[in-house]
């Protein structure tokens, strides 16, 4: 009777053994479009047998996806040499479809992939699929920006994102890590760029954040990316204790990098709208004791002073600053003070009575004349205005300038 126990309990495990696809595998096996694939695998993901099983099915749908992206590729290519060499005629080509399929290949991949490599019973990674879909989709990285200029194009920013970040992605994917590194790759961090823009678009600030910090490590690109994360960054600011927090973590991003100018002009934004007067001041001296030809704690510096009306201050920061950079605010400002300085002078001398002696006059005028130099410096500085409204000063000068002759 054991015997016979032994003799079953084997049988039972043979069974299991050479037991062949489940049922739902079959089934997805058997499907011959992407979407009726990918709806079976949905439905039946808890009821795959295995790993291996899941890895398979998810397999299923890179292949359909490449069957129907190889499809409209090779329309394309014909469509092309018809109209380049009349060489056949021009078919019906699905543009949204091949962009879509080539999508959908690469995250059926990554999905393959993390089933790929999972250990099977008895321990052991043994991936079955990886090297070939390595193989077949590293040449087509290059389709996911084709794509996302595609639907940005058609003004369809989710899909140009969902793209584009998938390109960014695949770089340093467990799938693709080890053959993109062996090729330098020159449009990643201009297509981390995009997706950054795209998300911001998009509102998805989380992932303007991961793309951006990512395109920063391009010289070129690093200004405006770091610009897009603190946009983005501020955009989630809900309350004061939320703006502390942000300016803890510029603190620490300045004072790993003092050079970068931008960090430091958000930190002294972010003190000003906090009330953070003693902080911000204390930054602008630090700067200016380092570098004393610094244009932001110049700009900085002067407004503080013309806020608080120390007009002869605010003009000294001002031009100093207009020393490193022609800004057209910073020429209005700059013109604004002189303005109100040589008119605090008429108010004294006016209410003396008898009108302004001629050697108030000389002394006046001079303060208008040079405001109206720096406005006009400030109208080729900025033509329409987009920057700074000089215009309203500048008729302001020309009128007081005839008032003093």
Do not use: W
């Given at each position: 009777m054991k015997k016979l126990m032994i003799v079953a309990l084997m049988a039972i495990v043979a069974t299991t053994a050479f037991a062949g696809d489940s049922p739902t595998l079959k089934s997805i096996l058997k499907a011959k479009t992407y979407a009726e694939a990918e709806s079976l695998l949905k439905s039946g993901l808890n009821q795959l047998a295995s790993p291996a099983e899941k890895a398979k099915?998810?397999?299923?749908?890179?292949?359909?996806?490449?069957?129907?992206?190889?499809?409209?590729?090779?329309?394309?290519?014909?469509?092309?040499?018809?109209?380049?060499?009349?060489?056949?005629?021009?078919?019906?080509?699905?543009?949204?479809?091949?962009?879509?399929?080539?999508?959908?290949?690469?995250?059926?991949?990554?999905?393959?992939?993390?089933?790929?490599?999972?250990?099977?019973?008895?321990?052991?990674?043994?991936?079955?699929?990886?090297?070939?879909?390595?193989?077949?989709?590293?040449?087509?990285?290059?389709?996911?920006?084709?794509?996302?200029?595609?639907?940005?194009?058609?003004?369809?920013?989710?899909?140009?994102?969902?793209?584009?970040?998938?390109?960014?992605?695949?770089?340093?994917?467990?799938?693709?890590?080890?053959?993109?590194?062996?090729?330098?790759d020159e449009n990643l961090t201009n297509m981390a760029y995009y997706a950054a823009l795209f998300a911001y678009q998009n509102k998805d600030y989380d992932n303007v954040k991961k793309y951006a910090n990512i395109a920063k490590a391009d010289e070129k690109l690093s200004h405006d990316a770091i610009?897009?994360?603190?946009?983005?960054?501020?955009?989630?600011?809900?309350?004061?204790?939320?703006?502390?927090?942000?300016?803890?973590?510029?603190?620490?991003?300045?004072?790993?990098?003092?050079?970068?100018?931008?960090?430091?002009?958000?930190?002294?934004?972010?003190?000003?709208?906090?009330?953070?007067?003693?902080?911000?001041?204390?930054?602008?001296?630090?700067?200016?004791?380092?570098?004393?030809?610094?244009?932001?704690?110049w700009a900085v510096k002067g407004q503080t002073a013309m806020n608080e009306q120390n007009f002869d201050e605010a003009i000294t920061c001002f031009k100093n600053a207009i020393k490193q950079q022609e800004n057209p605010v910073v020429l209005t400002y700059l013109a604004a003070c002189l303005l109100d300085k040589g008119g605090a002078v008429e108010d004294r001398q006016s209410s003396k009575g008898g009108g302004l002696p001629q050697a108030a006059k000389d002394q006046i005028r001079p303060l208008y004349e040079e405001a109206k130099g720096y406005l006009e410096r400030a109208q080729i500085a900025d033509p329409d205005q987009t920057q700074s409204r000089w215009s309203y000063l500048l008729e302001t000068c020309n009128y007081r300038i005839d008032s003093m002759k």
């Open positions: 099915a998810y397999n299923k749908l890179v292949d359909l996806a490449l069957d129907k992206f190889t499809k409209e590729q090779a329309i394309q290519t014909s469509n092309q040499m018809a109209e380049q060499y009349g060489q056949g005629k021009v078919q019906q080509f699905d543009t949204l479809g091949m962009y879509n399929a080539v999508a959908q290949a690469f995250a059926a991949a990554e999905e393959c992939e993390k089933y790929d490599v999972m250990p099977d019973a008895k321990g052991k990674v043994k991936p079955v699929f990886h090297a070939k879909n390595v193989q077949r989709l590293i040449g087509h990285r290059l389709h996911l920006i084709n794509g996302g200029i595609f639907f940005q194009d058609k003004k369809d920013i989710t899909n140009a994102f969902n793209l584009l970040s998938m390109y960014v992605d695949s770089h340093d994917s467990p799938l693709f890590a080890e053959e993109a590194a062996k090729t330098p610009n897009l994360k603190n946009a983005a960054i501020q955009s989630t600011l809900q309350t004061r204790q939320d703006s502390i927090n942000y300016v803890k973590v510029l603190e620490q991003e300045y004072a790993e990098d003092s050079s970068d100018e931008l960090s430091f002009g958000m930190l002294l934004n972010m003190y000003t709208s906090l009330g953070m007067d003693k902080e911000m001041k204390d930054a602008v001296e630090k700067k200016l004791a380092e570098d004393p030809e610094n244009y932001t704690a």
